[in-house]
């Protein structure tokens, strides 16, 4: 009698030519090596001769629906969408369309529009309704930020800007300063830069005081340094993550007034910085960057405007072609 | 259950609930879903040899579900769910934290799609310290207030 031959059931490697998620809707879903995906492949097409990248979504459609109004992300994605020569269809301003006008539910403006396009790219103030849409749409869905919840592509063009500028993400010591408590940008940096061996330095007022959650999972790739003194660490960092404080965060103006000027970054900062160190932040800034850095060769923010534009064409061309 | 612990009678078909943490039958009976055709007993502050003092509830002719089951593990840890029928216990076992809590917790986000559409909420449960976190917005609820959210 033939021995039947026993079948051992293993978990399937993850390929290192693929991409696991349908749907890119919570940096909380990405494994480093998703990350990793993205990056290379961001890379590949910033290089990309544009008439070569034209064809890449031929015959596509993407929709891109604000429900918000959001005028850097919503162009940023349009001109990623178009750049990779796909149609692209949607609404800038919610109250142009049914949702906004004649009380549409966000679940059934979904159902109308997977049935127009082949990518969903959405921003809302609902937290969680990107998640629902991933649930309903039988088209992937691209978050483009639910309220104070998630901004996925905002982490990763900022974890392109880091690799593209330092060549690396290991071994990087990073700081952020400004509104750690609240801010939804640092929370998701911070969360990412855990899949790499990075140092983090948390640099705010008690008030706005990293959380304990974020800051324990920082300490799980690297060491974490808190304090309230900008000037503390400066000369240590490679990379600053400067946020804004916002002022309805504080319930008495009078501590409002203490801090606002204290975490600015001016010229005062050249003298204890090292030469590669460099100034990012999500924008739009107020007053804690002053415009006397902007020329320096510490300041990174405006790149990563444009470092969106080749992330978010590698998040569209890979998800505009999923079946899900 | 001793018969002589408290008054109350055996139930013939449905769901004994025991060893409840003393003063958590009044919430759980808020969130069982005991319709009003139903008989239930309750006895709180019951001297227990176990656990000191504790509450006891029995539900006549309805054997609770795996959503209520989930409420239990969540208000009252360590209770004993006994399902009865035809004076028998034919299943006993410990209430436990779950795992996932869906259905059973509003979330406590306003501004949460599930608070603004008709939508079923879906939990992920942390049990130590107890915590839930939205499947939807994200958000982390502790302890007191998921027991504030159950519904």
Do not use: W
């Not at chain 2, 609930?17 to 709180?44: R, S």
């Not at chain 2, 949460?112 to 915590?131: G, Q, V």
Request: glycine share 6%.
């Amino acid at each position: 009698m033939k021995k039947k031959s026993k079948r051992i059931k293993s978990k399937k490697p993850e390929s290192k030519t693929s991409f696991s998620l349908t749907d890119v809707i919570s940096m909380q879903d990405f494994s480093k090596h998703d990350i990793e995906f993205i990056l290379e492949k961001a890379s590949i097409l910033e290089l990309m001769h544009s008439s070569k990248k034209k064809t890449i979504l031929f015959g596509k459609t993407v929709a891109t629906l604000f429900f918000e109004p959001s005028t850097r992300t919503r162009l940023s994605f349009e001109k990623a969408a178009q750049d990779l020569g796909a149609e692209v269809i949607g609404f800038a301003d919610p109250n142009t369309s049914s949702s906004g006008s004649k009380g549409e539910s966000f679940s059934d403006t979904i159902k109308v529009v997977e049935r127009y396009a082949d990518l969903i790219i959405a921003r809302t103030p609902i937290e969680g309704a990107p998640r629902r849409a991933a649930e309903i749409s039988s088209k992937p869905i691209i978050n483009a930020g639910d309220g104070s919840n998630q901004h996925p592509t905002q982490t990763l063009l900022d974890l392109y800007t880091i690799k593209k500028t330092f060549g690396k993400i290991d071994g990087l010591k990073i700081g952020f300063s400004g509104d750690l408590k609240y801010g939804r940008t640092v929370h998701s940096l911070s969360k990412a830069l855990s899949h790499y061996k990075v140092d983090q330095y948390f640099i705010a007022p008690k008030e706005l005081e990293m959380p304990q959650y974020y800051v324990e999972n920082a300490k799980k790739s690297g060491k974490v340094k808190l304090t309230e003194d900008l000037y503390k660490y400066l000369g240590e960092l490679d990379i600053l993550y400067a946020t804004r404080i916002q002022k309805e965060r504080f319930p008495d103006p009078i501590e409002y007034q203490r801090i606002k000027n204290v975490y600015i970054l001016d010229s005062k900062i050249l003298s204890k910085v090292k030469k590669t160190f460099k100034i990012m932040h999500p924008l739009p800034r107020v007053n804690e960057i002053d415009p006397s850095l902007d020329e320096t060769p510490h300041a990174l923010y405006f790149d990563q405007l444009s470092n969106g534009i080749p992330v978010r064409e590698a998040l569209i061309s890979i998800l505009a072609g999923v079946k899900k | 259950m001793n018969k002589d612990d408290y008054r109350l009678k055996s139930i013939d078909n449905g769901t004994a609930i025991d060893h409840i943490p003393k003063g958590k039958a009044l919430q759980l009976v808020n969130v069982l879903e005991i319709g009003e055709e139903i008989t239930f007993t309750m006895a709180v502050n019951v001297p227990s040899k176990r656990v000191g003092r504790k509450d006891i509830i029995l539900i006549e002719g309805k054997e609770l579900n795996e959503k209520e089951f989930a409420k239990i593990g969540l208000i009252a840890i360590g209770s004993t769910i006994n399902i009865v029928r035809n004076k028998k216990v034919i299943e006993k076992f410990t209430a436990k934290i779950p795992k996932e809590a869906n259905g059973i917790i509003k979330c406590n986000n306003p501004n949460c799609i599930t608070n603004i559409e008709k939508i079923n909420t879906k939990f992920k449960i942390n049990s130590s310290p107890l915590e839930a976190k939205c499947g939807y917005c994200e958000r982390f609820m502790k302890e007191e207030e998921i027991l504030k959210q159950i519904k």
